[in-house]
T-cell receptor
Framework: AQKVTQAQTEISVVEKEDVTLDCVYETRDTTYYLFWYKQPPSGELVFLIRRNSFDEQNEISGRYSWNFQKSTSSFNFTITASQVVDSAVYFC????????????FGKGTKLTVNP | DVKVTQSSRYLVKRTGEKVFLECVQDMDHENMFWYRQDPGLGLRLIYFSYDVKMKEKGDIPEGYSVSREKKERFSLILESASTNQTSMYLCASWPGTAMNSSYEQYFGPGTRLTVT
């Protein structure tokens, strides 16, 4: 069975701090995909990144970066120099990519960035 | 831009009522999904559909049914609403593994349903 664990339920930081959100996954598939979504207070999930299991290259997009390590089954997300607008619930998700793209979500991490 | 719309942002229904939640996407996506989101539980898949009139159960289908008569519309039905179905319901669509697909699921704004 597939499983995604986000051990941090809530994180609170002060603006400009760096923060890392942890994601650990379990799957028996050799081909799979990992995702991060952001859910701001408005409620709509916003896609941030998708990574397939064959691509362990780290990714950087502005203040956001992702560290994928198959050896530890982790796909961690770091926000550098956090801002108040980063306050949201962040979800890590996993799919086997078998065609239907059924996503298994973690329980989410609520990030609060205080001014 | 892909647009996924849901018929209501907020809905209040009474126990035992039949409830319809509607979802429409405008990008001709083949796949559509219904999730519910509860605090501390994340998003859980209720049902999904990979084609018109096709449906498959997700992880928590009990108490729900779905209908997909047209490609752009996917309805979630609560045959007899109960208080434990009070939740946020999120619809999503996905284009499949077609060329140029970004592979992300596109989510609607959600419907917060309260059953009293």
């Amino acid at each position: 069975a597939q499983k995604v664990t986000q051990a941090q339920t809530e994180i609170s930081v002060v603006e400009k701090e760096d923060v890392t959100l942890d994601c650990v996954y379990e799957t028996r598939d050799t081909t799979y995909y990992l995702f991060w979504y952001k859910q701001p207070p408005s409620g709509e999930l916003v896609f941030l990144i998708r990574r397939n299991s064959f691509d362990e290259q780290n990714e950087i997009s502005g203040r956001y970066s992702w560290n994928f390590q198959k050896s530890t089954s982790s796909f961690n997300f770091t926000i550098t120099a956090s801002q108040v607008v980063d306050s949201a619930v962040y979800f890590c998700a996993l799919s086997s990519g078998g065609g239907s793209e059924k996503l298994v979500f973690g329980k989410g991490t609520k990030l609060t960035v205080n001014p | 831009d892909v647009k996924v719309t849901q018929s209501s942002r907020y809905l209040v229904k009474r126990t035992g009522e039949k409830v319809f939640l509607e979802c429409v996407q405008d990008m001709d996506h083949e796949n559509m999904f219904w999730y519910r989101q509860d605090p501390g539980l994340g998003l859980r898949l209720i049902y999904f559909s990979y084609d018109v009139k096709m449906k498959e159960k997700g992880d928590i289908p009990e108490g729900y049914s779905v209908s997909r008569e047209k490609k752009e519309r996917f309805s979630l039905i609560l045959e007899s609403a109960s208080t434990n179905q009070t939740s946020m319901y999120l619809c999503a669509s996905w284009p499949g593994t077609a060329m140029n697909s970004s592979y992300e699921q596109y989510f609607g704004p959600g419907t917060r349903l309260t059953v009293t």
